[in-house]
């Protein structure tokens, strides 16, 4: 039976409460909680179907009788090939379920995720790389049921459901879990794999083993499984493999009243417990998912309770006793809890043992230093159940806080009466720093009864300073359903070009031989000429790699028949390539960026990089603009935020024309720096800058008229003070303006006539068909994109080439009214202030 532990918090001046609550957790119970992160990584003696090594288990687990089976097995591919010197091979994580006797098994639920990268295109079309993937945070999120969101990011994991399914077993039968696991795929040189799930053995008896496998030419073969392989043994990487006695969970109760001694924010105090502070501890923040034996700095805070004990049957432990230990003594138990160490082979005299007396595993004493040898035991996928009862006795609402203070990925969610709530995952993107996690309202002269959950995701240091806190407001803006409901961004791979898995059948041995079978891990990306061949897994977290950059940092180049033509190494690896336009473009780990017209000489390129694919979600350009429209986004001269916001055959407004326009211009390198000249009316920095490049001049009483709509000879204008202003003057050599005139030439302002008989010259600004230009008509938003983007590519002209007509050239039929158009102050129709 749970114990509630009452306390009414009463608070001095100085915030310091009269007594503190017991810290204790308790196991769930209610089943058995199976983990195997033993060796962590996976090498090639691991594997079942080593070329060189006899098939061994990971992790053996026999005759287990009927109960509740929640298990993890996470495990990183460390594979090498090329005697050390290549980038291994990917692999695939098992779990092999063969029953001892006549067995029913129920699969409640199961979840594989081995790591993809992904990212966001943001706003401002930047990819935004996912730092979450090495928790495997789509898996846990399915597991608990609950739905997270990156806190104050754009990263959302959705909890999946799973139909259980229930299997009966004849005596000597086996199944694979894989078989039962919608998302199962194999996984790469270098990354994390997670298997999280839960089942009930009914009846019978049953061996629930982990197995790694080469990965073949078929997904899921287990041709080579060798039910007698080698015993999963114990390896000494400071990880553990073993069972608890408990579902993973462990639950504090806690019981809490708020009065008005308490100051807004003040955190509350508690009492923790531990091998070094046996009568307890008052602090205001307790340390869990930390064993105080083997981290030091946190051993007075450390609740050390809420570390649920793993012990795993295996005989090799026999081989490591010293030969002075007597037979009685010795037993084939290895124990991972804050009392034991986790070393194997004796490890030297620092452990306080001479070689002949020592004992593995061997029990730890707060009396010495254990550091480095007690368990490094974080805690896993264990939900930590804080089990409130916060009863407010003043007459305003108050918020109950649960403040997390780690480096490490945490996900927080509350459960209370409505069931379990969308949670909050912290990430790489707060490290360090006091954040709010969860915040639950508690109304005036209330009672709630509610719970905090948290759950330290695999892969991540455990370490976590928790406190609570009551406040008046909620420091918590955004959940879940907030993020679902905004406008977002597209979500992808980072990978622009096709994996060489696509077209496996069709590559040549000498590609083959480059990919050595990592086929999901390589890219062809198209090019002019035939493909760019890269590597790809290590695109969402390349620091984590940073030793075995040098094996897969060079980029291949085939030709139309995959055949390798050249190559090109880098001195760090990239992270994203893009062929766009006739360049080539990539990202290093180091976030350089790089041009080539030939993929051999690399110039800076200190821009966005392009994006290749770009998808319209609301409105779509005419077809004629769609092109030069998705290559302004693209390389960053129309804003991509702009993209499903336009109205593409709606009127251009003057500052939305300007913001483009300066884009080109920095997209050249050719845009001011400094801000000399400012308009009363808007503050934005394009407009400025063009101000003070002499491009505009606005009004005489200062204003710019940033909402206006732009009309087809201001447009003109401002393109062509913009081609002035980047040097391009070779169309203008022999004109006159009177060799050539729109039928509609009266209408133009004798200001504006220069320019509109110019950029048709120069081929940037046509006619809007039937010799007419329409001056006065205003400019779409697609043929402001369009013509802007001829000026950008102005410099591909050959400047010494006359063009041979003024004659003007017409917009597609299907163009609506205007085409593109230039910039003088109007007002009712009367110029006020010319642009120039």
Not at 261 to 276: A, C, L, M, P, S
Not at 640 to 655: A, G, H, P, Q
Request: glycine share 6%.
């Amino acid at each position: 039976m749970k114990k509630i532990l009452a306390i009414i918090v009463l608070l001095c001046a100085l915030g310091v409460s009269a007594s503190a609550a017991d810290m204790t957790f308790t196991p769930e119970g209610e089943g058995k909680w199976i983990y195997c992160n033993n060796p962590e990584a996976i090498r090639n003696q691991d594997l079942m179907n080593s070329d060189d090594n006899p098939p061994s288990y990971i992790m053996n687990n026999e005759n287990l009788e009927p109960d509740l089976y929640d298990f993890l097995i996470c495990h990183i591919n460390y594979t090498d090939s090329n005697g050390g010197y290549g980038a291994g091979y990917e692999i695939e994580v098992d779990v092999e379920l063969t029953a001892v006797e006549d067995s029913e098994i129920t699969i409640n639920k199961a979840f594989f995720e081995a790591v993809e990268d992904e990212s966001f295109i943001f706003s401002d079309g930047t990819w935004s790389k996912e730092t979450n993937k090495f928790g495997c945070i789509n898996g846990l999120a399915s597991m608990l049921g609950v739905n997270l969101s990156q806190l104050n990011g754009a990263w959302l994991y959705e909890a999946k459901p799973y139909e259980p399914v229930t299997v009966e077993l004849k005596k000597g039968e086996t199944i694979w879990l894989s078989d039962y696991m919608d998302d199962y795929t194999s996984i790469g040189y270098h990354k994390p794999s997670q298997i999280l799930g839960e089942l009930s053995l009914n009846y019978g008896k049953m061996n629930f083993n982990v197995a790694a496998f080469k990965t073949g030419d078929e997904l899921k073969d287990r041709s080579s499984f060798d039910p007698n392989a080698k015993f999963g043994k114990y390896s000494y990487t400071r990880t553990e493999k073993g069972i608890a006695d408990s579902l993973p969970k462990v639950n504090v109760d806690l019981e809490y009243t708020i009065d008005n001694t308490y100051k807004d924010g003040e955190y509350i105090k508690n009492k923790v417990f531990n091998q070094y502070q046996p009568d307890g501890y008052v602090t205001d923040a307790w340390c869990t998912n930390l064993n105080p034996q083997d981290d030091i700095w946190s051993k007075d805070i450390s609740v050390q309770s809420d570390l649920l004990t793993l012990t795993y049957k295996d005989d090799s432990k026999l081989d490591y006793y010293g030969s002075n230990v007597k037979e009685k003594e010795k037993n084939n138990l290895w124990i991972w809890d804050p009392y034991h160490s986790d070393t194997a082979e004796y490890p030297g005299a620092s452990t306080w043992y001479n070689r002949e007396d020592y004992v593995p595993n061997y029990e730890l004493s707060v009396k010495r230093s254990n550091q480095g040898y007690g368990c490094s035991m974080g805690n896993y996928c264990v939900t930590e159940a804080y089990n409130l009862k916060v009863k407010n006795v003043t007459n305003k609402d108050k918020y109950f806080e649960y403040v997390a203070e780690t480096s490490s990925n945490i996900a927080v969610y509350v459960e209370d009466e409505n069931g379990k709530h969308s949670g909050l995952l912290k990430d790489e993107s707060s490290p360090a720093k006091k954040d709010t996690m969860a915040s639950v309202l508690i109304p005036a002269n209330s009672e709630k009864e509610f719970s905090i959950n948290m759950v330290l995701p695999i892969n991540y240091v455990g370490g976590i300073r928790n406190s609570f806190r009551v406040c008046n407001e909620s420091h918590i803006d955004k959940y879940y359903e907030d993020y679902v409901d905004e406008p977002r961004a597209e979500q992808g791979p980072i990978t622009t070009g096709v994996l060489a898995s696509e077209v496996r059948d069709e590559l040549p041995q000498e590609v083959k031989d480059i990919i050595n079978g990592n086929y999901d891990s390589y890219e062809l990306l198209k090019t002019n000429t035939g493909y760019m061949l890269r590597w790809i897994e290590w695109d969402g977290c390349p620091y984590y790699y940073t030793s075995e950059w040098g094996k897969v940092k060079t980029i291949y180049y085939l030709d139309k028949n995959y055949k390798i033509k050249d190559k090109y190494e880098f001195d760090k690896l990239i992270q994203l390539a893009v062929y766009y336009d006739g360049y080539y473009y990539v990202e290093d780990a180091d976030g350089n960026r790089f041009k080539s017209a030939d993929g051999q000489k690399w110039e800076n390129y200190n821009h966005r990089m392009p994006l290749a694919n770009i998808t319209f979600n609301k409105s779509k350009p005419s077809k004629w603009a769609e092109k030069e429209v998705k290559r302004a986004y693209s390389l960053d001269v129309a804003p991509y935020r702009y993209k499903d916001t336009l109205v593409y055959t709606d009127n251009m407004t003057r500052e939305k024309f300007c913001i483009i326009l300066a884009n080109m211009l920095k997209a050249k390198d050719k845009l001011p720096t400094e801000q000399n000249v400012k308009f009363s009316d808007t503050t934005r920095k394009e407009v400025s800058l063009l101000g003070t490049a002499g491009i505009i001049s606005g009004y005489e009483d200062g204003t710019f008229k940033p909402n206006n709509s732009i009309t087809r000879e201001e447009a003109s204008m401002l393109l062509y003070k913009t081609a002035q202003y980047m040097g391009y003057n070779d169309f203008y050599e022999d004109y006159k303006l009177s060799d050539y005139k729109y039928a509609d030439d009266e209408e133009i302002g004798e200001w504006a006539k220069e320019a509109v008989y110019q950029m048709n010259k120069a081929e940037i600004m046509t006619g809007m068909g039937d010799d007419m230009f329409s001056p006065k008509s205003n400019y779409t938003n697609e043929q402001s994109i369009s013509t802007i983007m001829r000026l950008y590519d102005l410099q591909n002209k050959p400047k010494s080439t006359p063009t041979p007509t003024l004659a003007p050239i017409p917009e597609p039929t299907e163009v609506p009214t205007t085409e593109e158009t230039d910039i003088p102050e109007t007002d009712g129709g009367e110029t006020t202030v010319q642009e120039n």
